[in-house]
């Protein structure tokens, strides 16, 4: 699938590349919460977040939002478990019938980070989900 980004943001891409020299593929904004979602190339989520997490923070303080990165991941499943975490992910099953659906096992002591706070966690993964894999939706099991 081929994600368009609006004017917003693509200058909150660049932003976010030009501070923490890591590629973000998606830029998802949320302005219910104040926070701001990239999603970064596979093996750059370090680089993304930084020494300590300074990078990540610098570009809080530049757009003056909580910044959240989610790393990509060439599988739904692998993606699905990236967007979820730090919750572990110890099953991921997509059906195939209808619209699909990614169907979560996760720990039982985990399941609160999994849908986060306000279940905001859970709503950013089905949104990633549904722009960069066709999965209609993501339910936890």
Do not use: W
Not at 59 to 88: H, I, M, N, Q, W
């Amino acid at each position: 699938m081929r994600v368009t980004l609006g004017d917003r943001e693509l200058r909150l891409v660049a932003l976010f590349e030009d501070t923490t020299d890591a590629t973000a593929r998606d830029c998802l904004v949320y302005e219910d919460r104040g926070e701001v979602v990239f999603l970064v190339a596979a093996g750059e989520m370090g680089q993304a977040i930084g020494p300590d997490g300074r990078r990540v923070r610098a570009v809080e303080a530049k757009v003056d939002r909580d910044v959240r990165v989610v790393e990509d991941a060439p599988t739904v499943e692998g993606f699905v478990a990236s967007a979820l975490a730090p919750a572990v992910v110890q099953n991921v099953t997509v059906s195939e019938q209808g619209d699909r659906v990614a169907y979560v096992e996760v720990d039982p002591d985990d399941r609160g980070a999994a849908i986060g706070r306000d279940g905001r966690r859970l709503a950013t993964a089905r949104d990633l989900v549904r722009r960069h894999h066709d999965v209609g939706d993501v339910v936890l099991s």
